[in-house]
Each structure stands twice: as C-alpha cells, then as structure tokens.
C-alpha cells in the first residue's frame, strides 16, 4: 500500500472509533470514505449496532456488499454522525469535494449531521483552496448557460465526461469543474455559484465541516472547529 493509500486508512478507521452504538451514521464518497465504510463494516461484524445513509450510489453498494445496514436517506431529515473525504480542506475547515461527483448528496446529508467528519491523507491540507478544481453540479438543460455565467466569474470551465459522453450524476446531472487562478474568497464565489439558476449545487463546503482528521505517516491530527 502507498503511503497516501495507508493515510487514508488510517484517518478513516481514527473516524471510524468515532461511531458509538445507536448512531445513524453518513457515509461519504471516495477512496477515503470507502476505508472508513470498510472499518465500520469491521466494528459490525464484531458487534457493533447501527444505521447508516450513503452519500452515493457507489457508497450503497459498498456498504451493501459489506453488509453495513443502511436506511433510505428520503425517510430522515438528520444524521448523527457524517465521515467523507475531500479533495481540498483549508485550516479554516473549508473544503472542496466533488471530485467523485456527489457533491449534492454529500452536501445535503453533511449539512443534516449534526456533526461532520473529514478524513483525509496528507496531501489534501492546503493554505488555500482552489488548486483543485471547483465542481458544480448542473441540470442538463442549462449547461451551457452556467458555463458561461462562470466564465463571466473568471473561471476556466470543464465540463466533466466519462469516456465520450458527459459525467451524469447519480441525479442525472452534468458537472461542470470551474477553476481560478486564485480563488480569493469561498464565501463569495458560493454566493455567486448559489445565484445562478440551473447550478443545483457546489462542491464548496464552508461551514458543515466539524472536526478534521488528517493523517501523515502513521500518525493522525485531530482538529476540532472552534479549537486552536
Ligand atoms: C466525492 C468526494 C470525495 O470525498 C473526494 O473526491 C475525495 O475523494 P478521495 O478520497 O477518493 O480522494 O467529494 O464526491
């Protein structure tokens, strides 16, 4: 295993320890998340209770096939407990995630937990967000108005394809990944993103994120929100 790949593990099964019996827990996208869905689906088979929602239909079937027993996320309106990954976070527990495109649901159920962990390898702490492109999930009939709204923003837009054909999201969506040379101020390019009719969602995560788990080495650095 890389080291990167033996980071993640690591952050996640510390996230994982996290869960206590009886919780409903979220669970995120990603090669990342799919560590911390294999850890926990380690704590059931040894006795431990609980429910859990996916963030994706990738995450359903893997938490299916482990046999981590889940709920229809349509039949709740909040989560105990949300561990996902990200593809960029900040030190002011500013993320971007998208990467694997399920942003939107990640975004509803991170923001219904009451608390959110990210678990992540040491290369996704960065001083400042925006290397990684920026991910917007869109309704197929203005694609190509949103991409020019943002391209009105400064962005350079991609739109996001899987082989030929364009990335559908587990929505039926399209994603369109906009990056700025620098991106200056989050707050202000998610309220930019918000107002334009047709993006559904963003992959900016301002203010869900609680606590930060990132591993280097065989270490992990806990950080909590509101703590120096
Ligand atoms: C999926 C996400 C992922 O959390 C993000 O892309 C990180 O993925 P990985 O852990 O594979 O690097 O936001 O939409």
């Known amino acids: 295993m890389s080291r990167l790949e033996s980071e993640k593990a690591l952050a996640?099964?510390?996230a994982v320890d996290e869960v206590r019996a009886g919780m409903l827990v979220g669970l995120g996208t990603g090669s990342t998340a799919a560590y911390a869905v294999?850890?926990?689906?380690?704590?059931?088979?040894q006795g431990l209770r609980i429910t859990a929602v996916a963030t994706s239909q990738a995450t359903e079937t893997l938490a299916r096939r482990l046999q981590v027993p889940l709920v229809p996320f349509q039949r709740i309106s909040s989560v105990d407990l949300t561990i996902?990954?990200?593809?960029?976070?900040?030190?002011?527990?500013?993320?971007?995630?998208?990467?694997?495109?399920?942003?939107?649901?990640?975004?509803?159920?991170?923001?219904a937990s009451t608390r959110m962990i990210v678990i992540a390898d040491s290369s996704k702490l960065v001083p400042q967000l925006g290397k990684f492109p920026l991910p917007a999930e869109v309704v197929p009939f203005a694609t190509e108005f949103a991409r020019a709204r943002l391209a009105?923003?400064?962005?350079?837009?991609?739109l996001r394809v899987a082989g030929a054909a364009p990335f559908l999201t587990d929505q039926g969506n399209h994603i369109?990944?906009?990056t700025?040379?620098?991106?200056?101020?989050?707050?202000?390019?998610?309220?930019?993103?918000?107002a334009i009719p047709g993006i559904v969602e963003h992959g900016l995560f301002l203010d869900q994120i609680d606590t930060i788990m990132i591993a280097r080495g065989d270490t992990v650095e806990v950080r909590h929100r509101g703590q120096a």
């Open 12 to 14: 996640a099964a510390r």
């Open 152 to 158: 009105e923003l400064g962005a350079s837009v991609t």
């Open 38 to 45: 294999k850890s926990l689906s380690d704590r059931i088979r």
């Open 84 to 111: 996902d990954g990200a593809d960029e976070i900040d030190n002011q527990f500013q993320a971007i995630k998208g990467g694997g495109g399920a942003l939107l649901r990640e975004k509803v159920i991170g923001t």
């Open 180 to 194: 700025w040379s620098k991106l200056a101020s989050p707050s202000e390019i998610a309220a930019a993103l918000a």
């Open 176 to 178: 369109l990944d906009a």
